[in-house]
Structure formats: C-alpha cells, structure tokens
C-alpha cells in the first residue's frame, strides 16, 4: 500500500550509518547503497536535469563550490580518473554561500563510500595556488553569489584544459550586448546575474572558443529541490533525537511545516533539526506550483511578495554553459 513516506523510507540497521544518520545538516541527497542515501533535498536528479555529461571517463575533474560533495561523487562514479572539491570549508560554519559550509558531509560520505575523491578548504579566487589543471572544471550554482564575477571566471578558466560546466542563472535582458546586473539580496546572498551575450564575451576572452547555453526546464529542476518531501507539522512542542534510534531526546520544539527527509523505523529526519516521531507530527504532501514552492522555501512568509516582484519583471533563469578549448 502507498504511504505518504515512501519516497524517503529507508531501511537501515543500528550501527550500519550511524555516522550519517546523526549528522543533521545534509543538503545534498548522495547515494550511499541501494535503497539509502544521505537525508538532504538534492538529489542526482539535479545532474540530469542540467543537462551534465553522462560519461567523464579517464579525465581529471575539479568540483568548484562541492559543499557535501554529490557532484564530485557522481563524476567519480561516471569514470573520472581523480576528482577535487573545494568550498569555503571550515568548522562552525553558518552554512551561507558566502560565509562557509561544514567539511563534515563530504568527509562522512566519502569514508561511508570509500571514495577516493579529495576535498580542500579553498577558495575559487586561490586556484592559482593548487598548481594544477584539470581536464573539467564543474562551476555549478556558485557564480551568481559572487561579488566580482570576471575575476572568478579568470581564475576558473586558468585551471581548465578542455571543458567549464557552469550552472546558474542567467538574466533576460538587454539580449545581444553583454549585460551585467547588480542584484544584492540580503536572504540569499545573491550578488550579480549576467545575460547570456555577457557569458559567450567573457569566456571567449579566456580562450574558450565553443560556447553552448542551453536552458534548463526551470519547472523540473524547481520541483526537484522541493521534492515529494512530506510537510510535518505538530500542535504542540514534540521531542527531537540525535538518530532514529535514540531513547533520550536533546530537546524539544514545535514543528511549523518542516520538511522530512528520510524515515527510518518510526522516526523522521528534519534538516538542521534532527529526528522526530512519526506519530507525534502530522504530514502531508506538499506541492504548490514549483515556483512557489520554492519561494516558499527560500523565503518563508514573504514568499508572496517576492513573487510578486519576479513575476512583474523579466526574470533570470537557470542554464547550463559548457565552453570547450
């Protein structure tokens, strides 16, 4: 019989992944074994949908911006030869773009798939000093969060010998000249959003000589950050535990339309929150339009106005770039 949890029910033994079950921060959805994987909301869907390549057989890949490291994972897993990630990686992080993302996901996934993939705290602005160049270089959602764009794709194309896959938003606006805008938002640390003339100029200026934007189905891809995640919510404060298998709890708090991410047993995963019982919340579906799904997401209750002001514009959307030597 189909339940409201079976998108994220899992089957896991105590002692099996402990490691990941009570880490609480997962972002990224990576594939673990058949029929498990890390409790985030981004799946390898994404790489997909953006229209990423299939096969990276034999070739060196640099994953700029790899966070819990799922794409870095997956170029592995399609046959690279050797693969780094770097962030802003440092502990305590707040988790922000600009700010930082804990190294304990990619560090805890790594060991759990015994990868050989490599993970550094550095900068895109430092490349220069790896002293090293790579085959493919994947630059997805980092480039609009930047605050001085040409340089960053300097330094990205400097290291790059065949191949730059970026992914990230693309503004429609003064088609045919190359257009940069300004576009500072305080809740997402969004800092600049370039037209597509604007990525073909720059990118032919750092030696790239075949430039291909192809846009991405901005629908598929929305839905796929939100997902079919259950919606939880409780009346009252409800007990939190570290793992599904806990006794104790560490605290207790109401649940106001969190979103679960996994189930094992009787317990529920909530990011950044930790494992709540099944029958101590409500849950439903929850799939609104994808772009206010999204919103929603991003911006909680001022979603509607945000909306308001996207929809009265000509907004950006999200492509793949891929400029070839």
């Known amino acids: 019989m189909t339940t409201i949890y079976d998108k994220i029910e899992t089957k896991v033994s105590q002692g099996e992944f402990d490691d990941i079950l009570t880490y609480h921060d997962w972002r990224h959805r990576i594939p673990i074994r058949e029929g498990f994987s890390t409790p985030g909301y981004l799946s390898d869907n994404y790489w997909n949908l953006s229209n990423f390549p299939n096969d990276l057989k034999g070739k060196s890949v640099l994953d700029i911006g790899s966070n ?64 090293q160049s790579f085959d493919v270089v994947l630059f997805a959602d980092v480039m609009n969060w930047l605050t001085d764009l040409p340089t960053a794709i300097n330094s990205v194309s400097s290291v790059c010998n ?36 604007f990525m073909e100029v720059i990118l032919k200026q ?40 806990s006794t104790e709890p560490v605290r207790t708090m109401k649940m106001t339309a969190a ?18 019982k099944v029958s101590d919340v409500s849950a439903e579906i929850f799939r609104p339009r994808a772009l206010y799904s999204f919103a929603r997401k991003m911006f909680g209750k001022n979603a509607v106005m945000w909306l308001k002001d996207v929809l009265s514009q000509d907004v950006d959307e999200s492509y793949t770039i891929v400029a070839t030597r």
């Open 68 to 131: 819990d490291g799922i794409n870095s994972f997956h170029s592995e897993r399609i046959g690279a030869r050797s693969v780094l990630g770097i962030d802003l990686y440092k502990e305590g992080a707040d988790l922000k773009h600009t700010s930082g993302w804990s190294p304990t996901g990619c560090a805890i996934a790594k060991a759990a798939l015994n990868s050989n993939v490599e993970f550094k705290p550095l900068s895109l602005f430092d490349l220069g000093t790896l002293n």
């Open 162 to 197: 065949e191949r730059l896959i970026i992914r990230d938003g693309l503004i429609r606006k003064k088609e045919g000249v190359p257009y940069l805008q300004y576009v500072h938002s305080p809740e997402m640390d969004l800092m600049f959003l370039p037209n597509a003339t």
């Open 206 to 245: 750092n030696g790239f000589k075949h430039i291909s934007i192809q846009k991405i189905k901005s629908r598929q891809l929305l839905e796929e950050v939100v997902s079919d995640f259950p919606l939880v919510t409780s009346a009252t404060e409800v007990q939190i535990y570290a793992s599904p298998w």
């Open 259 to 276: 979103q679960a991410l996994s189930k094992v047993e009787d317990r529920l995963f909530i990011r950044r929150i930790g494992w709540v």
